[in-house]
């Protein structure tokens, strides 16, 4: 490897260093704007119930303004991706409002601790994927996501009461999506993995993926919250999809090595 190599994998490294650590110091600030939401949104004193009102309202206001947002930015990183130009702002504001989005309706519709105290796991869980999907196989990135997708679809339809249609069309969302991913892993695995993008080929996926584990993620995922529906978001359904992620976790930190 020539001096030009190697200062080329440097910059690589030095660029998935700082957004894993702008990853890492998002999901701190949040959590700590998640603290100061349960003091006064959740845990309100009764001086502090116009507080409250007030911030419902404003959450009211924001799970509308938000995803408009999330929208605008899909459109303009969209829309610079065709042209070839620079869309890393396009894509840091595409993530940012997703995630503002995701908190805001949450916020709205379980105005308790029970919607913070899922913010509180989603946030981790969502530092935890960006962690991922710098330093591991994409393959196990998506596996990953599966994952959350299902622990998403669980307390979702643990927690249905008054919002039917919303967890119904989080479900058919999904299981669309997850149609989808299983669809693209069987034309990555005719292609070697690679991908077809504007008549140039990408690798999406390493040569040698074991695709049949991600056959099996989807269908686990597909498979739980089905039982889920069935049965009732047992306990035992978030083991599964938890021993599952384990155990793919030891075998892609085994490839690795």
């Known amino acids: 490897m020539d001096k030009r190599e190697r200062a080329e994998r440097v910059k690589q490294e030095d660029q998935v260093l700082n957004r894993v650590l702008a990853w890492i110091a998002g999901a701190v600030v949040l959590e700590a704007l998640l603290l100061l939401l349960d003091r006064y949104y959740v845990n309100t004193l009764?001086?502090?119930?116009?507080?409250?009102?007030a911030l419902y309202q404003v959450f009211g206001v924001l799970a509308i303004v938000f995803p408009l947002c999330l929208a605008a930015c899909i459109i303009w990183?969209?829309?610079a991706w065709r042209k070839g130009k620079h869309r890393g702002l396009a894509r840091a504001?595409?993530?940012?409002?997703?995630?503002?989005?995701?908190?805001?309706?949450?916020a709205r519709l379980?105005?308790?601790?029970?919607?913070?105290?899922?913010?509180?796991?989603?946030v981790p869980c969502l530092a935890v994927l960006a962690l991922v999907y710098y330093l591991y196989q994409r393959e196990f990135f998506l596996?990953?996501?599966?994952?959350?997708a299902s622990g998403a679809g669980l307390w979702l339809i643990a927690r249905r009461g008054g919002h039917q249609a919303l967890v119904f069309?989080?479900?058919?969302?999904?299981?669309?999506?997850?149609?989808?991913?299983?669809?693209?892993?069987?034309?990555?695995?005719?292609?070697g993995g690679l991908l077809k993008v504007k008549d140039k080929l990408v690798r999406v996926f390493s040569k040698n993926s074991n695709y049949n584990m991600l056959y099996?993620?989807?269908a686990v995922s597909v498979l739980v919250q089905g039982a889920a529906l069935v049965l009732g978001s047992l306990m035992v359904l978030y083991g599964v999809v938890v021993v599952w992620l384990l155990a793919m976790a030891?075998?892609?930190?085994?490839?690795?090595?």
Do not use: D
Request: aromatic share 10%; charged share 10%; proline share 3%.
């Open 46 to 53: 009764v001086r502090e119930i116009p507080i409250r009102v």
């Open 77 to 79: 990183w969209a829309a």
């Open 93 to 106: 504001g595409t993530v940012i409002f997703a995630v503002l989005s995701v908190c805001a309706i949450v």
């Open 110 to 122: 379980y105005p308790n601790a029970t919607g913070i105290s899922a913010l509180y796991m989603g």
């Open 143 to 148: 596996v990953t996501l599966l994952g959350a």
């Open 169 to 191: 069309t989080y479900l058919a969302v999904e299981l669309v999506l997850v149609i989808a991913a299983a669809v693209l892993c069987w034309k990555l695995q005719k292609s």
């Open 216 to 218: 099996v993620s989807c």
């Open 250 to 257: 030891v075998y892609y930190t085994v490839r690795l090595m």
